[in-house]
Nanobody, 125 residues
Framework: QVQLIESGGGLVQAGGSLRLSCAAS????????TGWFRQAPGKEREFVAA????????YYADSVKGRFTISRDNAKNTVYLQMNSLKPEDMAVYYC??????????????????WGQGTQVTVSS
């Protein structure tokens, strides 16, 4: 079992920044990829960014490329999502998720085994 706890969400003006954290506990050695997803009201959950624990390779959705940065701290078992130049369309509940199998695919919701409870990001225009 892996437990994930997100933090860092809040209210920010358009153009502002937030840093989300995803702290993992439990069988953290089994994590292969950690991803960030988001879900806005009435919309499906969508991929935002992902990072491979072993080699640090990162992936981004086109909508956030150049504005968001995903990173990890192996010693703290924590993944961060630095979000800059936030837009109203970034407003959503943000979730982190862990893949413990090592799947090649990183953008599909169903390919993650554990999920956090989510943290709300609100962007005012």
């Amino acid at each position: 079992q892996v437990q994930l706890i997100e933090s860092g969400g809040g209210l920010v003006q358009a153009g502002g920044s937030l840093r989300l954290s995803c702290a993992a506990s439990g069988r953290t050695f089994s994590m292969r990829t950690t991803g960030w997803f988001r879900q806005a009201p009435g919309k499906e959950r969508e991929f935002v960014a992902a990072i491979r624990w072993s080699i640090g390779t990162t992936y981004y959705a086109d909508s956030v490329k150049g504005r968001f940065t995903i990173s990890r701290d192996n010693a703290k078992n924590t993944v961060y999502l630095q979000m800059n130049s936030l837009k109203p369309e970034d407003m959503a509940v943000y979730y982190c998720a862990a893949d413990t199998v090592g799947r090649a695919v990183y953008w599909v919701v169903q390919d993650y085994d554990y999920w956090g409870q989510g943290t709300q990001v609100t962007v005012s225009s």
